[in-house]
């Protein structure tokens, strides 16, 4: 069984950083393409960002290009964002996700596993 615990979430004032992280475990580790998405309250769950299987290709959302990073440690099995520049609007519940599939997948929908989430709040 595949299980994803995030960490790192918590209180920041805006203009701030964090950095969020994953943890994969299961029987085949870090052999997947992962994600991460937020959901904030009243709203749809929403993609931040996507890495391939190695790691090597990555695409973000428009809405954190330039102030989010995402890196996949397939040797550590883990997968982390580290976010900057933090908004307001950037409060939410951030999920990792994993899916068996090779290329980066932004569709919520074709991810097979999901963490618990973590909760991040921008508030002076």
């Known amino acids: 069984q595949v299980t994803l615990v995030e960490s790192g979430g918590g209180l920041v004032q805006p203009g701030g950083s964090l950095r969020l992280s994953c943890v994969v475990s299961g029987p085949t580790q870090m052999n997947y393409a992962m994600g991460w998405f937020r959901q904030a309250p009243g709203k749809e769950r929403e993609f931040i960002s996507a890495?391939?299987?190695?790691?090597?290709?990555?695409l973000y959302a428009d809405s954190v290009k330039g102030r989010f990073t995402m890196s996949k440690d397939n040797e550590a099995n883990t997968v982390s964002l580290q976010m900057s520049s933090l908004k307001s609007e950037d409060t939410a519940v951030y999920y990792c996700?994993?899916?068996?599939?090779?290329?980066?997948?932004?569709?919520?929908?074709?991810?097979?596993?999901w963490g618990q989430g973590t909760q991040v709040t921008v508030s002076s």
């Open positions: 890495a391939s299987r190695s790691g090597a290709s990555k």
């Open positions: 996700a994993a899916t068996d599939k090779t290329m980066v997948v932004i569709l919520d929908k074709w991810y097979e596993y």
